[in-house]
């Protein structure tokens, strides 16, 4: 509870007013005002590493900055970006209630004091860090005995886990490992609230079915990554916000507002992890293509302006952590030496590898195709993006993990033993969601037709009985 406490009332409350501006009354406003909230939350470690002070300190900056931005925004732009528009209040309401009760059921293991290795060495260790200080957090981090655990992750989740401990202190180290849980099911509630927006505009049907795929993404996203997302580990956080990232930026309607939340959670992910951040990359650039085409008439070097800032603004955060964390020295253990194994022996390991964790995607590409050849009309009809977009951010995101074993100085397979298996959520849930969203649309087509041949069963009927020798045209 306590920590449910720091979520709502140390990164909810904060935020509220930015998710208002960029959800608006959306399902996502519940579950993305905590990940702002630990977004300002790892700029402001970000400053005190950099700078100096207390996290609390820059976070009260911070926070304060960018909810003065958000009422001179609103100020300026007047009665059409008011924060009350949006979806109807019912559907938002129930859809919450939905992914909330999925999301519940796996947290009911935090009766359970768990918390994993990689939670324990990085990032209970890091939030302690965080919690002491600028000069703790420095020394820390750049002390050569602890090299091998990573210190150049981002700072997010110790940033959520140091603020925890600014409210309640160091009794119960457990506290950080809670907060990351928290945040791993906020993360997988955007997603899900994502998938329930591709079926809101369809019939009433479609808009329960696409509540129910919701709920089930938010199971699926925790069984895809098994104990490591109760135990303090930060892969399913990062893989969840970028997943919510291609729902929202490259699946749903091209929005304002579904641009901004992609921007958003891209932002958390390339916050949480560096694989975050390079993913992250890649799926900013496929939106800036998706949302500023090649084809798009005008000025070529003002176009590519935009395109350059559609990528560069959201990754900022984690591209300045990135290099902070080099230009003071702090490197990851992988890359410290070059292996002495053969790239054939590392590249057949880690297709072995990563492939026993991928059998959906033959599943989802076999629905690729039948959704293509079917449903393609469908799909326009629903304005949901090209199918196309979503799988090149998966192969990025696989072909990134892949260069990383390959280039990585790390025994290939002890490494993959206690690796693979969290660095292919990320493709996991996106494929899975991807099924739920053709699922959404073959329900909505058919109901659809089911419609059309009723209407025309009517007006036949209706022909009849106005002239018995008239003949009823068939379809």
């Known amino acids: 509870m306590r920590a449910l406490f720091v979520l709502v009332a140390g990164l909810g409350a904060p935020s509220i007013l930015p998710t208002l ?73 129930v859809t919450v209630v939905i992914v909330l009760g999925s999301v519940a059921i796996p947290l009911t293991a935090l009766r359970s004091p768990m918390i994993g290795w990689d939670a324990n060495s990085i990032w209970l260790t890091h939030a302690l860090m965080v919690y002491g200080g600028h000069h703790e957090l420095v020394t820390g981090l750049q002390n050569v005995a602890y090299q091998f655990s990573n210190p150049d992750y981002p700072p997010l989740v110790p940033a959520a886990g140091a603020l925890a401990f600014s409210f ?27 998938i329930a927006t591709a079926g809101s505009s369809g019939r009433q049907l479609t808009r329960t079915a696409a509540v129910a795929a919701a709920g089930a993404i938010c199971l699926v996203g925790f069984a895809v990554s098994g104990n490591f997302g109760i135990e303090g580990y930060t892969d399913l956080l990062w893989a969840a916000a970028a997943a919510a990232a291609v729902i929202w930026g490259l699946v749903l309607p091209r929005s304002t507002q579904a641009l901004a939340v992609a921007w958003i959670c891209a ?18 650039v496929l939106i800036a293509l ?52 053969s790239p054939a022996t590392r590249a057949g390991a880690t297709i072995a590898g990563m492939a026993a964790h991928l059998a959906v995607a033959p599943v989802d590409l076999a629905v690729l195709v039948a959704g293509c050849w079917f449903l393609r009309g469908d799909r326009e009809r629903a304005r949901l993006g090209n199918p196309a977009w979503l799988w090149l951010a998966c192969l990025a995101s696989l072909a990134f993990i892949f260069a990383t074993y390959m280039v990585g100085g ?22 899975y969601a991807d099924l739920a969203i053709w699922l959404v649309i073959a329900l909505d087509g058919a109901f659809a037709r089911a419609d059309s041949e009723q209407r025309d069963a009517v007006q036949a009927a209706a022909s009849l009985a106005g002239d018995p020798h008239r003949p009823v045209k068939r379809v």
């Open 267 to 284: 932002a958390v992910a390339g916050l949480t992890k560096n694989e975050g951040l390079a993913t992250a990359l890649a799926i900013l």
């Open 21 to 93: 501006a960029v959800a608006r009354r959306s399902p996502a406003l519940v579950f993305l005002a905590p990940l702002i909230g630990a977004g300002m939350a790892a700029v402001a470690a970000e400053i005190e590493f950099g700078v100096g002070g207390s996290l609390i300190t820059g976070y009260a900056v911070v926070a304060v900055t960018a909810n003065l931005a958000v009422i001179a925004w609103w100020l300026a732009a007047g009665r059409s970006r008011q924060p009350w528009a949006g979806p109807s209040w019912r559907w938002s309401i």
């Open 290 to 341: 998706r949302y500023r085409p090649l084809s798009l008439p005008g000025p070529m070097a003002r176009r590519w302006a935009e395109r350059t800032a559609f990528v560069v603004v959201p990754a900022l955060p984690g591209l300045a952590w990135a290099g902070l964390a080099r230009l003071m020295g702090l490197h990851d253990a992988f890359f410290k030496s070059a292996s002495p194994e």
């Open 410 to 431: 790390l025994e290939i397979h002890s490494w993959l033993v206690n690796s693979v298996n969290r660095t292919t959520i990320f493709a996991q849930l996106l494929l």
């Open 168 to 194: 309640f202190g160091l009794g119960d180290l457990h506290l950080a490992v809670d907060m990351t849980v928290l945040l791993n099911a906020c993360a997988l509630g955007v997603v899900g609230t994502g």
